[in-house]
Nanobody, 122 residues
């Protein structure tokens, strides 16, 4: 009933930029937050950035200077602008959406995208 469509991942050279998008659709009553997490091989999934519908944001350590998260509430879409990418940013990036519902007619909880691979390499 809830779908997350991710786009924007791919191969980019060091110092380059990528813009990730994630659009949520389906039976959505209310979105508490949308964001991006990433996972490196052998590591736990970690926060990249997230944004509440009202605007407050949260970034992972040392990422705020290079990454910017934004959203279009009308389109239920979150964007992650990633600049000055380095090989250390290579990993699988997952869209995350937290839904809130005051009715059993609508879903609630945390939903994850299938992940999009970001590769930073020459």
């Amino acid at each position: 009933q809830v779908q997350l469509v991710e786009s924007g991942g791919g191969l980019v050279q060091p110092g380059g930029s990528l813009r990730l998008s994630c659009a949520a659709s389906g039976r959505i009553f209310s979105i508490n937050s949308m964001g991006w997490y990433r996972q490196f091989p052998g590591k736990q999934r970690e926060l990249v950035a997230r944004i509440l519908t009202g605007g407050p944001t949260d970034y992972g350590d040392s990422l705020k200077a290079r990454f910017t998260i934004s959203r279009d509430n009308a389109k239920n879409t979150v964007y992650l602008q990633m600049n000055n990418l380095s090989p250390e940013d290579t990993g699988v990036y997952y869209c995350n959406v937290n839904l809130q519902s005051s009715s059993s007619r609508f879903p609630s909880g945390t939903y994850w995208g299938k992940g999009t691979l970001v590769t930073v390499s020459s």
